[in-house]
């Protein structure tokens, strides 16, 4: 319990042998050697083929399993599953992030954000913690969000929390590459406050799944670009949605 919010992690995992071990454990701590930070932590097996979720289990963490491949389906599969809770907060199963970093964005959400982004540009980019294609593509999807919606924005950071209310709200749908973009910009139409940490990145446990291969790089470039316009184009109708609600 984060000063009066109960906080659950969702954890997407995908053959995180290794490095679950490392982020699980180090949540752990945050659990009962921090004040009781977090209090649930919800990893998603997207159909690994090595003990992932066995060690995650082993180390306490509740485990769902979902076959479809998929970031946003593996998130969306873990809410689905998800103890009642306040705030919710989202950090990738490869040890690419200092997850202790996560309670500056816990605070965001107590002092009144709905959204809160960990900024790895805002932060120290360990050496060959992000290849250029990663980076190069963070810095176009970010300047288009910034030049679409006149919302600052220099990460689209996985590492990431958000009020519970507020991801109701948004309605997530992405089952890909395009969760992350969908999170911030719904919440920039929907008139959220949403805003930026610096969070520091490391080189990540293994091989990445999307950034370790050519193939990989592209569809989650084509992934995000794609929710990025489709997301403009049907503005109208969301903030026509969002109006309706409020009335």
Known sequence: MYKGHKVAVVIPALNEEEAIEVVVGNLTKLMFEESCVIDDIVVCDNGSTDNTAKVAKALGAKVVQQS??????????????LPNCDIVLFVDGDDSCFVEQGIALLEGIVSGDDLAIGSRSLGIIEAGALTQPQLFGNWLSS????????????????????????????????????????????????GMQVNEYSVDSKVRIGESKISG???GSIKAGIGILSMIGKLYF?????????EHETK
């Not at 479809?68 to 599953?81: D, K, S």
């Not at 049907?234 to 969002?242: D, F, I, M, Y």
């Open 68 to 81: 479809i491949p998929g970031y946003g389906i593996a998130c969306l599969t873990a809410i689905a599953e």
């Open 213 to 215: 291969t050519i193939s």
């Open 143 to 190: 300047h288009l969000i910034t030049l679409f919606w006149g919302q600052k924005i220099t990460d689209l950071g996985p590492f990431r929390a958000i009020r519970t209310t507020s991801l109701h709200t948004l309605n997530m749908m992405d089952k890909t590459f395009g969760w992350t973009v969908e999170m911030q910009v719904k919440a920039i139409i929907h």
């Open 234 to 242: 049907a503005q109208s109708s969301l903030k026509n949605a969002v």
